[in-house]
């Protein structure tokens, strides 16, 4: 078969592509061959892998096409969209996603305004609207530096090339608790949220996330995971994550026997629940309660 420029494809063959490529080759077929199948180079096939070794079947779903528009959303639509990530998931607007990723809030903000924008500017909106998505590497370095820096000399490597070798993702997962605007409402009044992020953040950037009212307990977290284990389909996940009694509680314990396919690390240190729990009463107002 002809080597061809697969951008000659509409989006929706171009993703049919790449997830059949992948296939072949995770099935055993060799890259140089499947080049040769599918019509494609070889540093193509190499590059689509090294997608979704990163991020799961969702990294080779369809881009938009085309040049980005450019430009920036007018403060209403830029609420409205704030408004979806807070009372949505992607799958409840019928977004081939389970988690909120800066691919599905790209294609969100195109299904319904027609604008397209590079992830890049994605992601800087998010932070821009105040979901900053952080490592727990960074608290836990505030807490017990010296053991954190350890274990990153001596313990992650050995994490990386285990998940090398079982062909698994890392992500790190974070939570924190944050008060968002949806910006102005009609009476001109701008209406604050307290939310509860629960977020992952993988090695090469790619970001899963969910906003919930919920404050931060097992069950939440489990439904996290849930969502988490299907985006990645069926790729094993390494998630690292701090020693948050809600990571170490009996139901996610229970959780993870019955769902093997994710292994929590935990960084050294130690988080207690009245940080977490009081960042939620500061910025609510609502006592917390016990798990």
Request: proline fraction near 4%; hydrophobic fraction near 40%; glycine fraction near 8%.
């Amino acid at each position: 078969m002809d080597i061809k420029d697969a951008r000659s494809l509409s989006a929706t063959a171009q993703e049919e592509l790449r997830k059949r490529a992948v296939k072949a080759v995770l099935g055993g077929m060799k890259q140089t061959e499947a080049a040769r199948v599918f019509g494609v180079t070889r540093q193509a096939i190499g590059r689509w892998l090294r997608s979704y070794r990163a991020g799961g079947s969702d990294a080779l779903g369809a881009k938009p096409q085309g040049r980005p528009t450019g430009g920036t959303l007018k403060d209403w639509q830029a609420s409205w969209v704030m408004n979806m990530l807070d009372n949505r998931l992607p799958d409840d607007l019928k977004l081939p996603y389970s988690l909120w990723t800066s691919e599905a809030v790209s294609r969100l903000i195109e299904q319904k305004f027609g604008l397209r924008f590079s992830l890049w500017t994605i992601r800087r909106m998010l932070r821009r609207w105040g979901l900053s998505l952080q490592r727990p590497l960074r608290r836990a370095l505030e807490r017990n530096p010296r053991e954190v820096r350890r274990w990153v000399r001596d313990e992650y490597p050995a994490l990386v090339r285990e998940a090398r070798a079982d062909k698994a993702v890392i992500f790190w997962s974070g939570e924190a608790v944050l008060r968002l605007s949806h910006g102005p409402s009609r009476s001109g009044e701008e209406h604050v949220h307290v939310r509860q992020l629960c977020s992952a953040v993988s090695n090469q950037g790619h970001i899963r996330f969910l906003l919930s009212r919920e404050r931060y307990q097992a069950g939440l977290f489990i439904d996290f995971l849930t969502r988490l284990q299907k985006s990645a389909k069926r790729r094993r996940i390494f998630l690292i994550v701090d020693r948050h009694p809600v990571h170490r509680s009996a139901q996610v314990k229970a959780w993870l026997e019955a769902n093997r396919r994710i292994r929590l690390v935990f960084l050294p240190g130690s988080a207690s629940e009245s940080v977490q729990g009081g960042a939620w009463e500061a910025a609510s107002g609502t006592p917390t309660r016990a798990a």
